[in-house]
């Protein structure tokens, strides 16, 4: 080891983060080389001198009183928002208890306590399943404002895509496992139900990269979202080649040849054309050096948005052309940068910008925030489930205690997953329909 | 010569006080519990964490905005709980929330961050004889705030928060050669700044 390798190993050495075979290497040199060890103790000193300086300055600092106890309450404010048990499912609940009791009272014998237990597991469990369908029912309701209440004209403005992307996004999860033929699927990506499209599309993206060729065969036979088809099937083939695995890629027809842009999970990104592959180190930087190409083939970047040949590729949400359009990543910053880009095209003070955003921002939250619909009944049929478990013997009702007990589980955890979506849609809706007015 | 260097986050910190006895339930399960609105999780969570995420949202934000900044820190956290999957650990999630929260922040007050220690930041006043070496001790400290964003909150992280490198690698989504080279320029930086001073 020379002293130039060691020099920089110094620092590792001195924060405990260098591996045991370097340390052994680092200390051979440093036994023979007393510069390298001088540099060292310089090194331990200083750094001992910094962390007493911010340990010194840090201890003193102490959150301003009845801090944490606000945050604690805060915290159990909106818990509850989010939790809050909705009305309905109380009332049927009760409904269910009184029917069932009347049903029993006519019956000819009181049930055992299987029987009863039984009876009660299945109510709740209808309950759980009534109350997921009017869930998804009210996100598809949500997300479909959304989706109308288009901000801006141009369909390529970010708040457009923001808004078509964070409702692709629900609606993926909104969607219920299908067990469906791969030609149904395809056919559902175009249906008018969000809740169909959204469960085919989740069950495609799901999809094995080895079924790749059963895809294509579909796409044959059946008519659906061509391009998001299309784009499922890039992917399953960047999957089965885990070099090549892209975060997002598009394809296109110019002028008769094929050209394909692709980003890297590390930012990099991949222009195919016939005959020449061009990597870059981003979006910008391919626009850039790679110019005359870019526009041989009309891969163009303006205002925000990447285009092939007309087709949006990317959004530039964040100050670098990022391909975010088709990814399947949305998150709240995304949204928030778009609007806030669509802002500063209407608003030329960024103070007024600001407030703009932090307006809408709270309109937003407070949309999401606000306790579930008390409107409404979930009934369930009582005496439909009485004569089923009347019906059962001993061992029959056994297992369907346990089997309902598992279900409940898996019941359970969706409707917290949809109750959470639900507030993401109508975020989502506020969203969209707060820029309607601002039009 | 003994040259062992105990790694910082080993080191005797003041926030590492043993913990109650009722609070050595797991993180998932403090997690879960908190899911499920129960007020004892939110008091274990707060009590906790608060103190250092405070102290590191003071160090970013500075005084006056550190408590907002916390709060909006943990709401955001409860929101996204659903996302914890116990992939890092409790603490280094929050302070990507917190990163996360400051961003915004940022973008939201456009200005530069005020002076690490105000108004609500009690200064302990020196002895004499500690006067000479706290003078010192305060020159690099000034010194940190004038780091770039990136640099300070590198330093932050690994001398305040005692992350490792891939903690804190974790928590900025970047490589750990690029902890490294930022902890090692900050430091660059900070000994230039006070030897140009002393000299």
């Not at chain 1, 440093?30 to 390298?36: D, E, F, K, R, V």
């Not at chain 1, 499912?89 to 029987?115: D, E, F, K, N, Y």
Request: proline share 5%.
């Amino acid at each position: 080891m020379t002293c130039d390798d060691a020099r920089p190993a110094l620092e590792a050495l001195v924060d405990g983060e260098l591996a045991r075979e370097d340390e052994r290497v680092l200390r051979d040199h440093l036994a023979s080389c007393s510069a390298c060890e001088r540099h060292l103790a310089d090194r331990r000193a200083f750094s001992l001198s910094l962390r007493s300086a911010l340990e010194r300055e840090f201890q003193s600092v102490e959150p301003p009183p009845g801090a944490r106890e606000r945050v604690t309450e805060l915290l159990l404010a909106a818990s509850r928002r989010r939790l809050g048990v909705p009305g309905r499912l109380a009332a049927a609940l009760v409904i269910g208890l009184a029917v069932g009791l009347a049903a029993w009272a006519v019956g000819l014998s009181r049930p055992t306590r299987l029987q009863a237990e039984v009876a009660d597991r299945l109510r709740n469990r209808d309950v759980h399943q009534e109350e997921i369908r009017e869930l998804t029912r009210e996100i598809g309701r949500d997300l479909e404002e959304a989706l109308e209440s288009s901000p801006s004209a141009d369909p390529l403005a970010p708040p457009t895509l923001a808004i078509r992307q964070g409702a692709a996004v629900i609606e993926s999860q909104i969607a219920e496992p299908a067990e469906k033929t791969l030609p149904q699927l395809v056919s559902d990506t175009a249906s008018r139900n969000p809740a169909v499209r959204g469960a085919a599309r989740s069950a495609l993206k799901r999809l094995d990269p080895s079924r790749v060729d059963d895809l294509r065969r579909a796409i044959d036979e059946s008519r659906g979202d061509t391009a998001f088809v299309q784009q499922i099937v890039e992917e399953l083939e960047d999957r089965a080649q885990p070099v090549e695995r892209g975060k997002v890629s598009i394809s296109k027809t110019v002028n008769g040849s094929t050209v394909s842009l692709s980003q890297m999970r590390d930012g990099r990104v991949r222009l195919v054309i016939p005959g020449r592959t061009i990597e870059a180190r981003g979006m910008a930087d391919l626009l850039k050096r790679h110019a005359e190409v870019c526009r041989q083939y009309s891969v163009a970047g303006r205002d925000g948005f990447v285009t092939i040949d007309g087709t949006p590729a990317a959004v530039d949400f964040r100050g670098q052309l990022d391909l975010v359009f088709r990814t399947g990543t949305w998150t709240d910053e995304v949204q928030w940068d778009a609007y806030r880009a669509w802002m500063a095209s209407r608003v030329p003070d960024p103070r007024q910008v600001e407030v703009r955003v932090k307006e809408l921002q709270d309109r937003c939250r407070r949309q999401m925030d606000r306790p579930l619909e008390t409107t409404g009944e979930i009934r369930v049929d009582v005496e439909r489930i009485m004569k089923e478990v009347r019906a059962m013997t001993h061992q029959q009702l056994e297992e369907t205690r346990i089997r309902v007990e598992q279900e409940m589980k898996t019941l359970d955890a969706r409707l917290e997953e949809l109750r959470d979506l639900r507030a993401h849609a109508r975020g989502l809706r506020a969203y969209a329909e707060g820029m309607v007015h601002e039009k | 010569m003994d040259i062992f260097v105990e790694p910082w986050s080993a080191l005797d910190w003041p926030d590492a006080r043993p913990m109650d006895s009722q609070s050595l339930r797991s993180e998932s399960e403090l997690v879960a519990a908190c899911r499920a609105g129960e007020r004892a999780a939110f008091e274990e969570l707060v009590g906790r964490y608060y103190d250092r995420i405070f102290r590191l949202a003071h160090g970013m934000a500075g005084p006056s905005s550190a408590a907002d900044l916390v709060q909006e820190t943990f709401l955001a956290a409860l929101r996204s709980m659903r996302n914890f999957r116990g992939e890092s650990q409790l603490s280094t999630w929050l302070i990507s929330i917190l990163r996360h929260q400051y961003s915004i922040f940022l973008r939201q007050r456009k200005r530069q961050p005020e002076p690490l220690v105000g108004v609500h930041g009690r200064v302990t006043v020196p002895s004499p004889d500690q006067e000479g070496k706290d003078d010192g001790l305060r020159r690099i400290f000034e010194r940190v705030k004038d780091l770039p964003e990136e640099l300070r909150e590198t330093l932050l992280l690994f001398h305040v928060e005692g992350l490792r490198y891939a903690e804190i690698a974790r928590v900025l989504g970047c490589p750990i050669g690029t902890v490294r080279s930022r902890l090692f320029e900050a430091r660059e930086r900070l000994r230039k700044m006070c030897e140009s001073r002393q000299a």
